[in-house]
């Protein structure tokens, strides 16, 4: 199971939103069934294909090994509590749950 979040960052507020990921980071890859938690930002693309870069925007490509790891991670203590200071750092959130078809 993989997970794409996509956040907006409140402008000016990128230092701040990095340095609380970069703790979050390796409390979430020691949890048992997490097999990628990689925070991502846009860089131009040599492909020719490509939106506009948004500076703001952080992708955070997740994998997990069920929907119960997915579903654990989600109520640790380390989880809630960034969860909650995150808030008032970005302007939007979207996740989209994928699954492998292959």
């Known amino acids: 199971m993989h ?3 996509t956040m907006m960052v409140k402008e000016g507020r ?3 939103f ?3 990921c970069e703790e ?3 409390l979430v890859l020691e949890e048992k069934g997490c097999r990628a938690y990689e925070y991502t930002r846009e ?3 040599p492909l ?3 939106e506009p870069i948004e500076t703001n925007r952080i992708t955070l490509i997740e994998s997990w090994d069920s929907s ?3 579903k654990a991670h989600m109520e640790t203590p380390h989880m809630k509590a960034a969860s909650a200071k995150m808030k008032d750092l970005r302007s939007s959130v979207v996740a989209r ?3 492998s078809v292959f």
């Open 48 to 50: 020719g294909i490509q």
């Open 14 to 16: 990128m230092q701040e």
């Open 97 to 99: 749950v994928l699954e």
């Open 68 to 70: 119960d790891a997915l």
């Open 3 to 5: 997970i794409l979040v």
């Open 43 to 45: 860089i131009p693309s």
């Open 24 to 26: 979050l980071r390796p």
């Open 18 to 20: 990095l340095a609380m």
